[in-house]
């Protein structure tokens, strides 16, 4: 099964940019979709946004849309969150998560990263 790794969290300024990445490990890395989710203390985890297995298509959350841009380099085994004009109300564990099946839910996702904290501050 793959297995993910997050990294390149930390603090920001508001308005500021960050890009996160998210290492997998095994051979079937290419074959899943790869979702991107965040959860802020206290609050219930949240879609950001999702690739497709080619990186041919992608899906992002309303209130990302404009500022989160996700990629992936399947030679590379690796998938990246870039984010843009970041704003307070971003602060957050950011995930990295594996599917076979495009979706918005967390249900949907079969492998999870550990987590990388993203705080911005004001």
């Known amino acids: 099964q793959v297995q993910l790794v997050e990294s390149g969290g930390g603090l920001v300024q508001a308005g500021g940019s960050l890009r996160l990445s998210c290492a997998a490990s095994g051979r079937t890395f290419r074959n899943y979709h790869m979702g991107w989710f965040r959860q802020a203390p206290g609050k219930k985890r949240e879609f950001v946004g999702v690739i497709s297995w080619s990186g041919g298509k992608t899906y992002y959350a309303d209130f990302v849309k404009g500022r989160f841009t996700i990629s992936r380099d399947n030679g590379k085994n690796m998938v990246w969150l870039q984010m843009n004009s970041l704003k307070a109300e971003d602060t957050a564990v950011y995930y990295c998560?594996?599917?076979?099946?495009?979706?918005?839910?967390?249900?949907?996702?079969?492998?999870w990263g550990q987590g990388a904290q993203v705080t911005v501050s004001s």
């Open positions: 998560a594996a599917t076979t099946r495009i979706g918005s839910s967390d249900y949907d996702y079969d492998v």
